[in-house]
């Protein structure tokens, strides 16, 4: 995601990660019970991780986050008038940057000469599970995580 | 002030089904095309700004959302 928002940083695409709550609370990264511990995790998210976007905290009741389902990695991506125009419940790089490409082409169609009208439209797109990646990250908050979700998942 | 009891709900301190099935709500979160309502948000130096600020300043703008964990 990272790489989406350097690509597009010049057709006027803005890119912003808003932090939620802890997902998989561990040892080294336990639940959230204060807002100062919020902007501690939110700069080891930035650090560790290497987020390049600006990070935005949500209120520590996730208000925000709420609103929009509290899924635990959603993407979704907003036109200048504030209006959503795409919403997705896991968040993946080839989706937005598809959805990105053809939202970008929306001017050259219409200066074309295209009258266009907005529709909804509903797909189901396709993410890489990346699961060694996601144990790795589940260790890294320590194991109490792992636990929880091998036994919330033991399918893995 | 926020609802203790709705912070320590949100902000739940195990991975087990029962707290955290009840924030999957996808299904319920507001359809694409109408306006949402703005929100507080916070920069890491502790400035603060808000999501419409956030989201009205480009053409597009990708908000993902997520945590350390």
Known sequence: MNKVAVDFENSDIGSVFIYTHEAHPGENYPHLTSMDQKFRHAEALRDVYGVTRRILLDALNGACHRHFGSMPNMTWIFNRSGIPVYKSDWSDSHSVRNALEYYLEIPNRRKAGERLAPFHVERLDYRNQERELFYESLERNGPKAVAEFQKAFPSG | ?69
């Open chain 2, 1 to 69: 002030m926020p609802d203790h009891t709705e912070i320590d709900l949100y902000n739940y301190d195990e991975f087990v089904p029962e707290k955290f099935e009840r924030w999957m709500r996808f299904d319920d979160s507001p359809p694409v095309g109408k306006l949402v309502p703005d929100f507080p948000l916070w920069n890491l130096d502790r400035s603060t700004t808000s999501l419409k600020t956030e989201i009205t300043k480009h053409a597009y703008t990708i908000v993902e959302f997520g945590s350390f964990t």
